[in-house]
């Protein structure tokens, strides 16, 4: 007898949420459902893209739907329901308006699918990760946010053009909260083995940095409406792989603290073991001076976030 094929919900038809169900579909890997509060929108994405599978090779089902019974007993809930950034705005702008889609949808979703894994995409992305593990009441270990892997990835980029090398062999970290005070690591950053500080001067470095800090931002300014969801999704499938396929891989996520790097009962993106249980360990690496001081930094804009919308 052959294992059911897992059930992956996203939550939001937008950008983001369609292009993750075409990353899932191509590769076969779960039955999709898309879910959003607009008529017609996910119905029509999930059609073509349940077109698309069999020139993809692909058996998935793909359904598009209004409604939260759709959702019921997935496998993985994939939240990317909100308002993107528009030109100047930051991403704490989203706040408020956020807070509120994701209070009702993952409040819905959850009491229909009491086993699953929810992985929070939708910005203030640790904020909404915290609030989207107080509303369903799921073990901390099964919540988690997309964060750490996005800006990791625009961080192995931006080192690339830099050296000229290909970006598959940059091995990056960002940790910290997904904002402005994000602290991509350098000293944890490597090609083929070798540190990115023996291989690029301070200034690079920090001009790298500072890039990737404002990475969205960049792209929000240059579409002009709208915000990045191509590299979000990528980043999004490879958490949804790993617990899948439990791989067992080391990714940056944003991830319940209960003692490690010092700090409690608070989301912030770490490197993290993700597999079939969720978030299987937080791993702790020995921070220097400046790195702690710039992760308790990140930490106080996300705490201060989580006491405007009272969680």
């Excluded at 879910?35 to 058996?59: F, V």
């Excluded at 409040?107 to 203030?124: D, L, M, Q, Y």
């Excluded at 940056?252 to 978030?279: E, F, M, N, S």
Aim: proline share 4%; glycine share 8%.
């Amino acid at each position: 007898m052959t294992a059911m094929r897992k059930k992956v919900s996203i939550l939001g038809a937008g950008n983001v949420g369609a292009s993750i169900a075409q990353l899932i579909a191509r590769d076969g890997i779960a039955d999709i459902v898309l879910y959003d509060i607009a008529e017609g929108l996910p119905q029509g994405k999930a059609l073509d893209l349940a077109e698309a599978c069999p020139l993809w090779n692909s058996s998935v089902s793909v359904k598009g739907t209004n409604s939260y019974d759709d959702i019921a007993h997935s496998d993985i809930l994939v939240v990317t329901a909100g308002f993107p950034r528009k030109p100047g705005m930051s991403r704490d702008d989203l706040l408020q308006a956020n807070a509120d889609v994701v209070r009702h949808v993952v409040g819905e979703a959850s009491k229909k699918s009491r086993h699953a894994f929810i992985i929070v995409v939708t910005n203030p992305m640790d904020v909404m990760a915290q609030l989207a593990w107080k509303i369903s009441g799921f073990d901390h270990q099964k919540v988690l946010g997309m964060g750490g892997v996005l800006d990791s990835t625009r961080f192995r980029t931006f080192v690339s053009l830099e050296l000229g090398v290909s970006a598959v062999d940059v091995e990056a970290l960002v940790m910290g909260g997904h904002g402005d005070q994000m602290v991509p690591m350098p000293r944890f950053t490597t090609v083929k083995g070798v540190p990115i500080t023996k291989m690029l001067s301070p200034a690079k470095i920090t001009s790298i940095i500072e890039r990737t800090r404002t990475g969205g931002a960049e792209i929000v300014s240059l579409l002009k409406a709208g915000s990045a969801y191509y590299a979000p999704a990528a980043a999004t499938y490879q958490m949804i792989r790993a617990i899948v396929f439990d791989e067992r891989r080391i990714l940056p996520c944003a991830a319940y603290l209960t003692g490690q790097y010092g700090v409690r009962h608070i989301y912030v993106g770490v490197p993290v073991v993700l597999g079939k249980d969720g978030i299987e360990q937080v791993i702790e690496l020995e921070l220097n001076e400046q790195e702690k001081k710039d992760f308790d930094k990140s930490l106080s804009a996300v705490t201060a976030l989580l006491e405007k919308i009272a969680i």
